[in-house]
């Protein structure tokens, strides 16, 4: 198998919740949602992380590429782990 360009990171983040499409009642919420992404680190600066679920490398054909690509701020970040 051939060496992965890019590493595999399990992500845990905390995420926005809670948008209502009607008025609603004003009361506090103490509940946050915590979400765990696993994927490709296809960029990352001091800023924010860049995962994508596949890639594939560029061909004759094809530039470089990415699905599902989702970038998570690092403020909202409670732990990261790379995946061997």
């Given amino acids: ?5 890019y590493k595999i990171e ?4 905390v ?3 809670g948008c209502t499409s009607t008025w609603s009642e004003i ?3 103490s509940t946050i949602l915590i979400c765990q992404t696993v994927g490709f680190v296809i960029s ?3 800023d924010v992380i860049s ?9 004759d054909n094809t530039v470089e590429q990415a699905n599902g690509i989702m ?3 690092k403020a909202c970040i409670k ?3 790379t995946v061997r």
């Fill in 15 to 17: 995420d926005s919740f």
């Fill in 71 to 73: 970038t998570i701020p």
């Fill in 27 to 29: 009361k506090p919420i």
């Fill in 79 to 81: 732990h990261r782990k």
């Fill in 51 to 59: 995962i994508a679920n596949s890639v594939a490398e560029e061909t």
């Fill in 44 to 46: 990352e600066n001091e």
């Fill in 10 to 13: 399990i992500v845990e983040w």
């Fill in 1 to 5: 198998m051939k060496q992965l360009k």
